[in-house]
């Protein structure tokens, strides 16, 4: 029997059917109070979902390959330049740098490194034309890709300061621009608002109103492509949503500008949903958001260490994060699988829901002049907080769930004595432009107040 002929044995249900036969065994009880349930989003989950739900409505937007990445914090070059090796051997793929200064020898960090058909990401603590002339003279000619993730006005959002000033700030990014080979300059830090608490309609509307500050810098000359850094929570179909609507919103807004300017997204798991108390349960929340990045269309992959808020970079602690990672791709295929979110409604109704939600809150943001603006009136900062105590109230009162923490807690753990890091909120009194957008973990009042009793 063919699949077509088998298909036509069976009749259309319709939207309206499907809600009669649930009312029917509900027995009585309302539908909507039942089944039905709200996000922090604002958006309605229902119980079904199937083709009227997109009222004629795609995404057509292809998921990459995706690439598994190493993170590596550079103190030392000869150091991590033996480190990036090593896990090049070991099953990475792409080398994720953090330079903290420079005085780091670019010719040292790289040497050796097979960088042909690599892709290598930068991200410096500092600006400096003359530092990244450096790097792009050593890898224009080696067939590598390499991202400088240049963001000064992220660098304004967390730190409350530009690098120098606004003038000296854009000149420097002029500057670079001008001299790299790669049109990958521009970094957009989503992470930033993700692990501060913004809902994803705010990460998402946050981060175009971010980019469109560069595509107007930019706009009378030519738009370099744009790195997202995105930051993964634990809401499995929703984040797998989030990354598809990334796209939808980048293709929308780029076509303003009529121009072809890519955007890659580099995407790691959050920390605001990790835990110092049974952390071992920061492995499955990883696996799943690991998970959640390569079905919704990642370019490139790093996992967070099950201990990495209160350790130290540790070997055994990043073999286990990236073998999460080649799990996932050599054992799971999902590598191999093209767009595995296609002919889902459910998620492919919540991409254009959260898509949707997040252009109103862009144009709000626009409409007030810009994303610039809206930071030096503290507007973002703000509703961040505001979307952020929420959330927090929703941990506070058990509904929002962290398994070993706030429920089902193993009285016996002890952390007190393995901590290497301070895994809590720093506060340095500085003078800051802008108030910062800082950071914070669910679990840190309440681990604070555990670790007081050990």
């Known amino acids: 029997m063919s699949k077509t002929k088998l298909f036509n044995d069976f009749s259309e249900v319709t939207t ?41 409505k795609t995404t057509n937007i292809n998921t990459p390959d995706w690439n598994i990445g190493q993170a590596i914090f550079v103190q030392n070059e000869n150091a991590s330049n033996k480190k990036a090796l090593d896990v090049l051997d070991r099953g990475a793929e792409d080398l994720i740098f953090t330079i903290p200064n420079d005085s780091i020898k670019i010719d040292v960090l790289l040497k050796n490194i097979d960088l042909k058909n690599r892709t ?101 000359s030519t738009i370099p492509n744009i790195t997202f850094t995105v930051s993964v929570s634990g809401n499995y179909f929703f984040e797998i949503a989030k990354l598809r ?37 920061n492995m499955l929340r990883t696996t799943t958001e690991c998970m959640t990045a390569s079905m919704g269309g990642a370019n490139t992959i790093y996992n967070l260490a099950y201990d990495a808020i209160y350790h130290k970079d540790n070997e055994f602690g990043e073999r286990i994060a990236r073998n999460q990672l080649l799990i996932l791709k050599k054992e799971s295929y999902l590598d191999v699988v093209n767009n595995p979110a296609d002919g889902a409604y459910y998620i492919e109704s919540l991409t254009h829901q959260l898509a949707e939600k997040a252009l109103e809150l862009f144009k709000s943001v626009e409409a007030t002049g810009g994303f610039l603006s809206n930071l030096k009136s503290h507007q973002v900062q703000k509703k961040i907080k505001e979307s952020a105590a929420k959330e927090q109230e929703l941990f506070n009162t058990e509904k929002e769930v962290l398994v070993g923490t706030n429920k089902y807690q193993n009285k016996e753990d002890k952390i007190n004595e393995d901590l290497e890091l301070y895994p809590f909120v720093k506060t340095n009194a500085r003078k800051t432009l802008i108030e910062p957008i800082i950071e914070k973990r669910l679990a840190e009042s309440l681990e604070q107040n555990r670790l007081k009793d050990e």
């Open 16 to 56: 309206k059917e499907w809600k009669q036969k649930i009312q029917v065994d509900l027995k009585g009880a309302d539908y909507n109070n039942t089944l039905v349930w709200k996000s922090p989003e604002d958006i309605k989950v229902k119980p079904f979902y199937n083709i009227d739900d997109l009222d004629g």
């Open 120 to 220: 290598v990401y930068f991200f410096l603590q500092f600006l400096s034309s003359e530092y990244i002339s450096k790097i792009d003279a050593f890898t224009k000619d080696q067939s590598v890709t390499v991202h400088y993730n240049i963001d000064i006005i992220g660098n304004l959002a967390s730190s409350g300061n530009w690098f120098y000033n606004l003038a000296k700030d854009h000149q420097e990014l002029d500057k670079i621009a001008a001299i790299t080979s790669t049109k990958n300059t521009i970094g957009v830090n989503v992470s930033t608002y993700q692990n501060a608490g913004a809902t994803m309609v705010q990460q998402l509307a946050y981060a175009m109103a971010h980019a469109n500050e560069y595509l107007n810098h930019f706009k009378n």
């Open 245 to 281: 609507a990334l796209r939808l919103l980048w293709k929308t807004l780029t076509a303003e500008y009529n121009t072809n300017a890519d955007c890659t997204i580099l995407a790691l798991p959050s920390k605001r949903n990790k835990t110092l108390y049974d952390y071992n349960v």
